[in-house]
């Protein structure tokens, strides 16, 4: 059986659920924002053995039967509506927090991917070192909350050719991707309210989007500079006529260079963003632990969906 931790927003979770239905894999889905009021827990050590746990509202799970997990959207674990003082409320959901971070970790399950390498790997910061000492190219790069540094960086680069971006982008908290021109240069004293990642500029022939499943890559290019704002095609994946991708490969020495990359973080998945230059530089700029590959099939055909569902069935009968 194949632990699916995500939720029913997770456009990604039903194609993956029907390919695995298609090719006979039985999964159970688990929505961690339901714990602890609808789904309950246990873990039982003892000098024999250890026992894995889930009470859902419809069955019980025994996480021993489970050979494989996907770690795709886990939501922050929900609060119990009988506690209503704030106090005893956040105090409740600490310790659910406690239990549970100790739980997913424990069990005996291999992960697509394990949680605590998805949380470390996200962080902007251990990518770039990372990626640079397997031998990727990345670009100049300043993570700064220091006025005084953001300066000192974009004059050296020059003004026009840094970009700004930050860590995180929602839709209730949109940021696109940014050249630093002289109004941002202004307000560069905001810097000190939060961190922000300053980036020289990489011209590109294409953006390309890697999606490594696996030992599995599907390399798309995204001709971003077709586009009318040509630094982030985000903004233009739900327009008319969205954004052309086609396939494409990479040099062997790309390649080598992600999958040790993905290994170096303990990954089985990422959803790689680099940027090809003009000059055919391959330019490393970030990976997605836990990326979305969606749009990416839909335009190209690459069949993303069947190899997760193949790389967990696999997984799992290993």
Same mark, same amino acid.
């Given at each position: 059986?194949?632990?699916?931790?995500?939720?029913?927003? /997770?456009?990604?979770?039903?194609?993956?659920?029907?390919?695995?239905?298609?090719?006979?894999?039985?999964?159970?889905?688990? /929505?961690?924002?339901? =714990?602890? %009021?609808? =789904?309950?827990?246990?873990? $039982?050590?003892?000098?024999?053995?250890?026992?894995?746990?889930?009470?859902?509202?419809?069955?019980?799970?025994?996480?021993?039967?489970?050979?494989?997990?996907?770690?795709?959207?886990?939501?922050?674990? $929900?609060?119990?509506?009988?506690?209503?003082?704030?106090?005893?409320?956040?105090?409740?959901?600490?310790?659910?927090?406690?239990?549970?971070?100790?739980?997913?970790?424990?069990?005996?399950?291999?992960?697509?991917?394990?949680?605590?390498? =998805?949380?470390?790997?996200?962080?902007?910061?251990?990518?770039?070192?990372?990626?640079?000492?397997?031998?990727?190219?990345?670009?100049?790069?300043?993570?700064?909350?220091?006025?005084?540094?953001?300066?000192?960086? =974009?004059?050296? &680069?020059?003004?026009?050719?840094?970009?700004?971006?930050?860590?995180?982008?929602?839709?209730?908290?949109?940021?696109?991707?940014?050249? &630093? $021109? %002289?109004?941002?240069?202004?307000?560069? @004293?905001?810097?000190?309210?939060?961190? &922000?990642?300053?980036?020289?500029?990489?011209?590109?022939?294409? @953006?390309?989007?890697?999606?490594?499943?696996?030992?599995?890559?599907?390399?798309?290019?995204?001709?971003?500079?077709?586009?009318?704002?040509?630094? @982030?095609?985000?903004?233009?994946?739900?327009?008319?006529? !969205?954004?052309?991708?086609?396939?494409?490969?990479?040099?062997? /020495?790309?390649?080598? !260079?992600?999958?040790?990359?993905?290994?170096?973080?303990?990954?089985?998945?990422? %959803?790689?963003?680099?940027?090809?230059?003009?000059?055919?530089?391959?330019?490393?700029?970030?990976?997605?632990? %836990?990326?979305?590959?969606?749009? &990416?099939?839909?335009?190209?055909?690459?069949?993303?969906?069947?190899?997760?569902?193949?790389?967990?069935? /696999?997984? @799992?009968?290993?």
């Amino acid at each position: 059986m194949i632990l699916l931790v995500s939720h029913d927003d /997770d456009d990604h979770l039903a194609p993956v659920r029907s390919e695995l239905d298609r090719i006979g894999s039985e999964a159970v889905v688990v /929505d961690t924002s339901r =714990i602890p %009021a609808e =789904i309950a827990m246990s873990a $039982g050590h003892s000098p024999s053995g250890d026992s894995w746990q889930l009470r859902l509202p419809d069955r019980r799970i025994d996480l021993a039967e489970c050979g494989s997990g996907w770690w795709r959207r886990a939501l922050p674990n $929900g609060r119990a509506p009988e506690i209503v003082d704030p106090d005893e409320s956040s105090w409740a959901l600490n310790e659910t927090y406690e239990a549970m971070t100790g739980f997913w970790e424990a069990l005996p399950i291999t992960w697509v991917s394990p949680p605590r390498a =998805i949380e470390t790997s996200m962080m902007k910061t251990w990518q770039l070192p990372t990626a640079r000492s397997v031998g990727l190219d990345v670009p100049a790069t300043l993570v700064t909350s220091d006025p005084d540094d953001a300066r000192e960086f =974009i004059d050296r &680069v020059g003004l026009g050719r840094v970009i700004c971006k930050a860590f995180s982008a929602t839709l209730d908290h949109w940021r696109e991707t940014r050249m &630093v $021109g %002289a109004p941002e240069y202004a307000l560069l @004293d905001a810097v000190a309210l939060a961190p &922000v990642i300053f980036q020289e500029f990489v011209p590109a022939e294409v @953006d390309l989007r890697v999606t490594v499943v696996g030992e599995e890559v599907f390399a798309a290019a995204i001709h971003s500079q077709e586009l009318p704002y040509t630094l @982030d095609f985000r903004l233009f994946l739900d327009a008319p006529g !969205g954004v052309r991708m086609t396939p494409t490969t990479l040099p062997d /020495d790309v390649v080598e !260079g992600l999958l040790r990359l993905l290994k170096r973080a303990g990954l089985r998945y990422g %959803a790689i963003d680099l940027r090809r230059t003009p000059d055919g530089r391959h330019v490393f700029l970030e990976v997605n632990p %836990a990326g979305q590959w969606l749009f &990416v099939e839909e335009v190209t055909g690459q069949p993303i969906t069947a190899a997760m569902a193949r790389l967990l069935t /696999d997984l @799992d009968e290993t």
